[in-house]
């Protein structure tokens, strides 16, 4: 953590850690945050199928952010032992949609440090605004799943899409013109496939676009180089980049 608080960004800069899965640390306008960050090994527990493939980068205890993201509540987006663990709860605010909320307030987390945000619905807080995106839940149990839409004081934009299935709608209801756009390949359990993540980044346009959901368990695994050879074979605008855990992406 220490490295993400002392790496030194310009006023318009911003800069995100992949934290594998579809977790992220992004720092900005002198905000950091972090969006469905896996920090343990939960799912092993019940499922040894589901163990980790790379060691945690981030122990909990170690996490300081000032925002904290939810998209649904499934074990490696919701992990309750990465937040009983993490000792900030009462000082971060958490966004999340309402299962999810009620998932964190049942796990320790302060009511009046989370904010039920669903799509459609708008949180500004200092310095960045947080708009939710429609997403396609991939299960009966996670029906209120939400994208999110972030936009840093300084201009900088990233889209989260959270897993999702796909729909012509999730296109027509995407945001245009992101700047980074993150976005599910693995194609397994309702989630987008390759070819349908990158349907969504035609239609979002963004500079740049980051795969992710396929590294961190076997049975829940892709080949990121498809997502990027499919990229250029399109001839797409957007700049694909397969990222390396807590190695940051700067961008302004």
């Known amino acids: ?94 966004l999340a949609p309402r299962q999810a909320a ?26 960045v605004t947080v708009r939710g995106v429609f997403a396609l839940p991939t299960g009966a149990d996670v029906l209120d799943t939400t ?14 899409s959270s897993d999702t299935g796909f729909t012509p709608l999730l296109l027509e209801a995407a945001p245009r013109a992101v700047e980074v756009l993150l976005v599910p390949i693995n194609g397994k359990w309702g989630n987008l496939n390759v070819e349908q993540a990158i349907a969504l980044t035609v239609a979002v346009g963004p500079r740049l676009v980051l795969p992710n959901h396929y590294d961190l368990m076997a049975l829940n695994a892709e080949n990121p180089e498809t997502f990027r050879w499919l990229c250029r074979q399109r001839s797409m605008t957007a700049q694909c980049v397969i990222p390396t855990v807590m ?6």
Do not use: C
């Open 102 to 127: 009620r998932k964190l307030e049942s796990i320790g987390v302060p009511r009046a440090q989370i904010q039920i945000l669903h799509a459609g619905e708008e949180w500004s807080g200092p310095h």
């Open 1 to 94: 953590m220490k490295s993400i608080q002392q790496l030194t960004l310009g006023d318009q800069q911003a800069a995100l850690w992949f934290l594998g899965q579809a977790g992220y640390i992004i720092r900005s306008a002198g905000v950091t945050m972090a969006i469905d960050p896996y920090l343990s090994d939960a799912a092993a527990a019940s499922a040894p199928e589901f163990s980790r493939l790379l060691p945690v980068p981030i122990e909990p205890e170690e996490l300081r952010v000032d925002l904290w993201i939810v998209t649904h509540d499934h074990l490696d987006h919701l992990d309750p032992e990465t937040i009983r663990r993490y000792p900030h709860s009462d000082r971060t605010q958490f």
């Open 147 to 160: 994208g999110y839409l972030l936009t840093f004081a300084n201009g900088r934009s990233v889209y989260h």
């Open 247 to 252: 190695q940051p992406l700067i961008w302004e």
